[in-house]
């Protein structure tokens, strides 16, 4: 059981408050134990976080703070607020929706995370709320016979001018941070006078809140954005402060001579709860670290991403509610360039940047529903990766069946060759139909597809350079197809039909065997027959895209389904569907973006002459070993398209190869990994959908999330052992990533035995 009582596999946990509209945002739990609401855009986040405070606000009121500790927290509801244009989406809300059902004068008053003597591009939080949301509700309160009353509350004679009533209304409802004089005596260039007043207005401030709240500086919540970098508040990345969690104020020295008065990490952590406002370009890698575990040290995480001090423990990330618009959620694009046949050709990719330097940069493959497929792993795997999901581009679909994969396998090939060329580590990983793919790029090592894979020195330099990229960081499998995967989704569909009709027992498992091994040691298909008839049933998609009207009709499709998520209503749903984390990120793009008719060219591709695409694959799983290429291999034990036994045969032959070639006696003994992992379902019953298991790193049920950390975790160690090996053969510089991967490892070996 997870600490809110709710089972930990089921991953998210939905939240509608009483009174929400269907098409409100809700909230979801993730593991970690952050709430996360996803909305189209920025002003339907803060409508949410509106929502949420105002909910949180009439629960003080009704009954929590009787149980407040001091007469300032029972009396007053308490925030703390940021700066940033992001938050002023939030006080119009308050302001159309909230003006007159918070009693603001009378229960809330306002502190400030920080303050500044005034830096480039500076606004003064204290400041933006008083121009954004003080001085406006207190002409909105005043207007008409309110005038009055506002005085009467505020203790204002009947003569005081309406200017005078809105002073006294801010800063009855403020606690400022006064720098004034500090950054007087900067201007009369006085900087030791100016430390020393903004150390006095320091003490003081912290005083305030301390005499207010306690020694805990407990808030009833803060209010904050984030930055790109991951910033919360004042503290930015390698600040020293960052290393204070008790709750106190902090004076930060700002480049040019700038004094930052602001609350530190323990007031975060102290608070009562959190909402962080997100909006705007190129902020996923740093919300994808505050999600996803790491193999870092949790102290330099934070150092690296200040957010991440909210993971510090899941009873902390339990008080964060994050409100994102879609536009926060975007990946960086980058483009792969190369010349083929005298042709410039642009391969565009999805990229999370890295933190390191000329460090990793794994290259993702996607299957038959697109790229967006692994957004779970652009967000989760390690942040000193670059991470980079490929287009397929527009090309391809224009070309001869028998030649698209072959084109993808190309642009793979010449990003990886760029990327080791620049001495980067290029782990490359596929899912589903892109196993296809990395079968071209294994085949295209060959003089041609009928010949023996030639002895390394043998090579030219290119074949050299991708064995030697391959070798290095190796080749991930997930829940990858091949040819003999389509006759035995006939017999997953067979079960599936007798089970509706006849109630019998589901099973995914399709053939008992794939292979059968020959005298010399080789795989041959159980079911040759079957996967060369499966030619067969592509044949009317062949005939359908031969025809003209095809490519008009499918493209038409395409804009139906697009001009569908411009609807508000389905754009809601999709980013509120109980589903996990990262496929909410990205579920009204996936649609947005495909390619139907892309989508139909691969198919009829992937499916034609399957006895020939199967003998490929044979011939590629003979270069892995030829080679001495990493392998891992990845499959839910109940994929529907996918054979999970064909994987677990495939692993059993190169396992055995591999020994018998280095003369080991288990897998484990290997100096050049193979290695295969069957995910097991949580629940005892198999559902009836047969898509999630093959899904895998985009799983639409809550199982998703807990199979995006196994994908995760086992890619993180499966590149970092081959890197640790190819540093000691000296093929590689030393990265820090690895080393600190290294250390851990060790320290849970140790952990582990002493217990």
């Known amino acids: 059981m997870s600490r809110n009582g709710k089972c930990a596999t089921m991953g998210v946990m939905k939240t509608r408050l009483p009174g929400m509209s269907a098409t409100t945002t809700a909230m979801v739990q993730e593991d970690s134990g952050i709430h996360v609401g996803i909305s189209p855009d920025l002003p339907a986040a803060a409508n949410h976080a509106a929502e949420l405070m105002f909910d949180r606000y009439r629960q003080w009121l009704g009954h929590d703070r009787l149980h407040a500790w001091g007469t300032y927290k029972q009396q007053y509801f308490t925030i703390a607020i940021g ?10 809300t308050w302001l159309d929706q909230y003006a007159r059902s918070i009693d603001w004068l009378g229960r809330v008053r306002f502190f400030f995370l920080e303050d500044s003597t005034g830096e480039a591009g500076w606004e003064s939080p204290e400041q933006s709320l008083r121009v954004n949301f003080l001085q406006p509700l207190a002409e909105r309160l005043s207007h008409g016979r309110g005038s009055n009353t506002l005085r009467r509350k505020l203790k204002l004679p009947r003569s005081a001018s309406p200017a005078e009533v809105v002073e006294a209304f801010v800063q009855r409802l403020c606690h400022p941070i006064d720098l004034t004089p500090a950054q007087q005596a900067l201007r009369h260039n006085k900087p030791r006078r100016a430390l020393a007043l903004a150390q006095q207005e320091q003490a003081r401030y912290q005083a305030l809140i301390c005499g207010h709240l306690g020694a ?34 902090t004076l930060l020295k700002q480049p040019q001579g700038a004094l930052r008065i602001a ?18 370009t190129l902020k996923l890698k740093a919300l994808g670290r505050l999600e996803m575990e790491e193999a870092t040290p949790f102290e330099q995480t934070v150092m690296e991403t200040p957010l991440r001090l909210l993971r510090e423990t899941w009873e902390i990330a339990n008080k964060v509610y994050l409100f994102a618009d879609e536009q926060a959620l975007h990946f960086d694009e980058t483009i792969f360039e190369y010349r083929a046949k005298g042709q410039r050709i642009q391969n565009k990719a999805e990229t999370r940047l890295g933190d390191e330097d000329n460090g990793v940069h794994a290259l993702l493959l996607h299957g038959f529903l697109g790229l967006f497929s692994f957004a779970n792993l652009l967000v989760r795997l390690p942040s000193s990766w670059t991470v980079s999901a490929l287009h397929r581009g527009s090309r391809a679909k224009f070309l001869p069946r028998e030649e698209i994969f072959p084109h993808y396998a190309l642009a793979v090939r010449k990003a990886i060759l ?56 190796g080749m991930v499998h997930l829940a990858t197809w091949s ?39 080789k795989l041959n298909p159980v079911h040759a027959e079957a996967i060369a008839r499966s030619n067969e049933d592509i044949a009317g998609l062949e005939r359908f895209l031969q025809r003209k009207i095809a490519r008009p009709l499918i493209n038409s499709l395409n804009l139906g389904v697009r001009a569908l998520l411009n609807s508000t209503t389905v754009q809601h749903r999709l980013l509120n569907a109980d589903m996990p984390y990262a496929l909410r990120l990205v579920g009204s793009r996936l649609l947005r ?53 064909r994987h677990r045969e495939e692993f059993e032959y190169l396992a055995s190869a591999r020994m018998l070639k280095e003369g080991v006696n288990h897998p484990d003994q290997l100096s050049t990994t ?33 199979m995006a950390r196994q994908i995760t975790a086992a890619m993180t160690r499966f590149v970092n052992e081959n890197l640790a090996r190819a540093i000691a053969r000296g093929d590689i510089n030393s990265l820090a990533s690895v080393e600190r991967w290294q250390r851990k490892t060790q320290r849970k070996g140790k952990s582990r035995k002493v217990a």
């Open 674 to 706: 193979i290695r295969h992992i069957a995910i097991e379902r949580s629940d005892e019953d198999l559902p009836i959908d047969p898509l999630n298991p093959h899904l895998l790193i985009m799983a639409t049920n809550h199982e998703g999330n807990r």
């Open 263 to 280: 609350l530190n990490r323990g007031v975060f952590t102290h608070a009562e709860c959190i909402h962080l406002m997100v909006a705007g």
């Open 216 to 249: 805990t500086m407990s808030f009833h919540q803060i209010i904050s954005g984030v930055g790109k970098d991951g910033s919360l508040g004042a503290l930015s990345p390698y600040s020293p402060r960052l290393k204070e969690t008790a709750p106190t104020t």
């Open 83 to 92: 700066g940033g244009n992001t938050l002023k989406a939030l006080y119009n």
């Open 593 to 645: 973006t495909v390619s139907m008719y892309g989508l139909t060219r691969e198919i009829e591709a992937a499916l034609c002459n399957p006895a020939q695409y199967q003998r490929r694959h044979l011939k590629a799983l003979d270069i892995l070993i030829a080679y001495d290429i990493p392998w891992l291999s990845v499959i839910h034990r109940d994929d529907f398209l996918v054979s999970a036994r």
């Open 418 to 473: 760029r990327n080791w060329r620049q001495g980067r580590p290029t782990p490359v990983a596929g899912h589903s139909i892109a196993g296809v793919i990395m079968d071209h790029l294994l085949l295209s090592l060959l003089p041609d597809e009928d010949s023996k894979p030639l002895p390394y020195e043998r090579l030219d330099r290119d074949d050299r350079d991708l064995v030697d990229a391959l070798r290095t960081a």
């Open 483 to 521: 040819p003999a995967d389509g006759p035995n989704t006939g017999e997953n569909i067979k079960s599936l039909v007798s089970h509706w009709r006849n109630e019998t027992a589901l099973d995914y498992g399709g053939f008992e065997q794939t292979y059968q091994v020959d005298r010399q040691g």
